[in-house]
């Protein structure tokens, strides 16, 4: 708006605020403070409503479109400076424009919950630390088994040894340290010091890194004397050599084959540079092994971010990076943003894997998003996997990354024998064949260890009633209810609802009530009658909630205190069990038919990363697959060809059916509590998106989510397709502009998710 004559001059300051709002908020700014003071990116409180939120500028200005008078004054500046570099800057408005998502909350999503509160970004360092003794140094952890925090705490001092540890890199590795700190302080095996008290200001990045690197050149696992053979050699010398300038690699590894020790050989020279180095895995299980082989190699500062960490933890973490305390971040999804003072590389781990795909509010992928970050830093991103994405192999294809393949395993370790097992009328024992069943007497009787794969929690994925057919469906939901035995109880996996298991028919009244189908529980109960002189361990969901029981099962295994172990796809990728000889996977066809054109890839890739769990050692691993369709195509192409030429079948299939990655999609999805909303909203926007002349966009729908239902609401999706990437995007900025003008927009849930990893 033009300045009135006469009129005072006023700085405006125009904000993203983390609301559901495709827009900008003018506030003016106090008086006494210069335009110059204020850099883009800074965190600031403002009044919204009815009450005060964080705010982040974007830019100030003279002028706004709305009356001086209505504009409010901020309430304080929380920062001197932004807590983020130009370049992450960029990265966000960069994000908010692909995802076509509200940039407020593209800007939350780059910093912990604490300073998304508005709290102090200042990193307060430790007065103290601790050190072992000579009587620290002298005594052997298993000492101290009947007291396992300690002996967990004095062997984590004995791997750091010499270098001394700080409260919070104590906290860091359990935040409830302080009493086995305590009882080794009592005991004289840990002293504790004065640790330099320096300002943060003091700390950089330079004095951090120029901690001596470990010259400890011992591997360990699978890695152990390891001679770097060719392939691993010609990998990290094409990374160390792009170091200081933007590429994209995507090392394709078999299982077993080293990709780790290619990563860590790569991050040492990372390191010497004195940069920085962020590794992001899909899923918190995989940190633990990680960390523990990172800690091992490099004496340098690592700090981790993941969500079974507390805000405080998470919030040090970032601070960390940021301040360039820390020099490696291992870390989830979420830990993409966090900014870096000296970024040297990225790396993603298993970059196939969905879990890198937020499904929920900003719905980016981390691994399409860290490519950008990468470009922008000017700094190679490696992509690591087994079986990677039939995107990124495209993309390899097209010579887009440049495709490093390690297709031997590590040491002596030979590539498991994989086997179909027909179970056609087959008598089988809550899902296992006597034949399977045979097999895994046969390894169990050699000492050696047998893991047992099945995707499926609980007990039984139906309960029914074999006098009339009745099933226990979710009321708000349009699934079945699952069977929790050990529980007694039935719940809903998609919106968690639970109740009671009933001893009778509600139909019929006399009905037998019937377990139909198999989950963890009940191949548990099943091999435990089998075997009963044996240890198992079952690894899922249901098993893993409680802190550090993940760690204690996976030191149990390791230790050869399990003889079976049992799980879902937390135990598919990234474990190194060296005893295990013999992997079954005993439902293999539940993945073989779906409507879902992702559901291929994502079975191929759970059959090899499951089987690449045998046999990692020096004894032979054999994979049996429980199959009733021992001619289906994709299994015997797995079994005979191996991924990589499934994958190239799979891309041929993909380009005939125009399908992703040689076309480009995005899924509004719409839901409500009646179903005529959200039908209706689509059908509008289609209508409306539909008018964009200039646009080539494919617009097919509306239709009902393949689940319609779910937690109560009846959901809808409208699927736009597009050959050309640019035509796409035009067409979704058109239809988000105008969305707000479609009648229903304000009384259904809506969501735009662009690059969609399933179309439910």
């Not at 062997?155 to 890199?169: D, G, K, M, Y």
């Not at 099945?454 to 699934?479: Q, S």
């Not at 075997?531 to 760690?551: N, Y």
């Not at 988000?736 to 990893?757: E, F, G, M």
């Amino acid at each position: 708006m033009p300045k009135l004559p006469g009129e005072a001059s006023h700085l405006i300051l125009r904000v993203a605020i983390a609301v559901p709002l495709y827009r900008l908020f003018d506030y003016l700014a106090p008086n006494e403070v210069d335009a110059n003071d204020l850099a883009p990116g800074i965190r600031l409180e403002v009044p919204f409503g009815t009450g005060k939120k964080i705010a982040y500028l974007i830019e100030t200005s003279q002028h706004s479109e709305i009356s001086l008078d209505k504009l409010k004054p901020i309430e304080r500046i929380l920062d001197d400076k932004p807590l983020l570099s130009a370049k992450d800057i960029r990265l966000l408005h960069w994000a908010s424009r692909y995802y076509h998502h509200p940039l407020g909350e593209v800007f939350s999503a780059a910093f912990p919950a604490s300073l998304r509160k508005g709290k102090t970004s200042s990193l307060q360092l430790p007065s103290l630390a601790y050190a072992l003794t000579d009587a620290g140094m002298a005594t052997p952890a298993e000492q101290l088994k009947r007291s396992p925090k300690q002996q967990q705490a004095l062997a984590h001092f004995q791997r750091h040894h010499p270098a001394s540890l700080s409260e919070p890199e104590l906290a860091q590795w359990d935040e409830n340290w302080r009493s086995a700190i305590k009882a080794l302080l009592a005991k004289g095996l840990l002293k504790q010091i004065a640790s330099e008290n320096l300002s943060v200001s003091q700390h950089t990045v330079e004095n951090a890194l120029a901690t001596k690197l470990s010259t400890n050149e011992t591997t360990f696992d699978d890695t152990n004397n390891l001679q770097l053979n060719t392939e691993q050699q010609k990998a990290i010398t094409a990374v160390v050599n792009s170091l200081g300038k933007f590429a994209v690699f995507l090392l394709e590894g078999v299982t077993g084959s080293g990709k780790t020790e290619v990563y860590m050989q790569i991050i040492r020279s990372v390191l010497e540079r004195g940069q920085q180095v962020l590794v992001l895995v899909p899923e918190i299980n995989l940190t633990p092994q990680l960390e523990e082989r990172f800690r091992q190699r490099f004496s340098v500062a690592l700090a981790l971010s993941h969500s079974n960490l507390t805000d405080k933890q998470r919030h040090s973490a970032w601070l960390n990076m940021q301040q360039g305390i820390s020099a490696i971040l291992l870390g989830t999804r979420s830990a993409l943003f966090t900014p870096l003072k000296k970024p040297g590389l990225i790396i993603l781990d298993e970059e196939h894997d969905a879990s890198f795909k937020q499904q929920e509010g900003f719905r980016f992928s981390a691994r399409d998003v860290a490519i950008m970050r990468g470009k922008l830093l000017n700094i190679p991103v490696l992509l690591g996997s087994a079986t990677p994405s039939l995107e990124s192999l495209h993309n390899a294809n097209q010579q887009r990354y440049q495709h490093l393949i390690l297709s031997q395993r590590a040491g002596n370790a030979l590539k498991p024998r994989l086997h179909l097992l027909d179970i056609r009328n087959k008598k089988l024992q809550h899902g296992l064949s006597e034949a399977l069943i045979n097999e895994l007497r046969s390894v169990l009787a050699n000492g050696e260890q047998v893991l047992i794969f099945l995707n499926r929690r609980g007990f039984a994925p139906t309960l029914i009633c074999h006098g009339c057919g009745w099933v226990a469906r979710c009321r708000h939901c349009d699934a079945n209810m699952v069977i929790h035995n050990y529980e007694n109880l039935l719940r809903c996996h998609h919106c968690g609802r639970e109740q009671r298991l009933i001893p009778n028919c509600p139909a019929c009244k006399t009905g037998e009530l019937m377990a139909l189908g198999l989950g963890t529980e009940r191949v548990e109960e099943a091999l435990r009658e089998l075997f009963p002189d044996k240890a198992l361990v079952r690894l899922d969901r249901d098993t893993t909630q409680r802190k550090g029981s993940l760690e204690r099962y996976l030191t149990q295994i390791n230790n050869g205190e399990a003889d079976i172990i049992l799980g879902t796809q937390m135990l598919a990728k990234g474990h190194h069990f060296p005893n295990v000889t013999l992997v079954a996977i005993v439902d293999v066809d539940s993945g073989l038919f779906s409507i879902d054109y992702h559901a291929t890839e994502r079975l191929a890739q759970m059959i090899t990363q499951v089987s690449g769990r045998a046999g990692r050692a020096e004894k032979p691993g054999k994979v049996i697959l429980q199959t009733r369709h021992p001619d289906h195509t994709l299994l015997n192409t797995l079994i005979r060809e191996g991924y990589s030429h499934f994958a190239q079948i799979a891309l041929a299939e993909r380009k005939e059916a125009a399908l992703p990655p040689f076309s480009y999609h995005a899924l509004l999805r719409a839901q409500a509590g009646n179903p005529n909303l959200p039908l209706a909203f689509l059908q509008a926007a289609a209508t409306l998106a539909k008018t964009y002349k200039a646009s080539q966009t494919q617009i097919l729908g509306p239709v009902p989510a393949p689940m319609e239902k779910r937690a109560g609401l009846y959901r809808y999706q409208l699927l736009f397709q597009s050959d050309k990437r640019s035509d796409l995007q035009l067409c979704l900025t058109e239809l988000i502009t105008n969305i707000d003008s479609i009648t229903h927009a304000k009384k259904i849930r809506w969501s735009l998710d662009v690059d969609p990893v399933d179309l439910f």
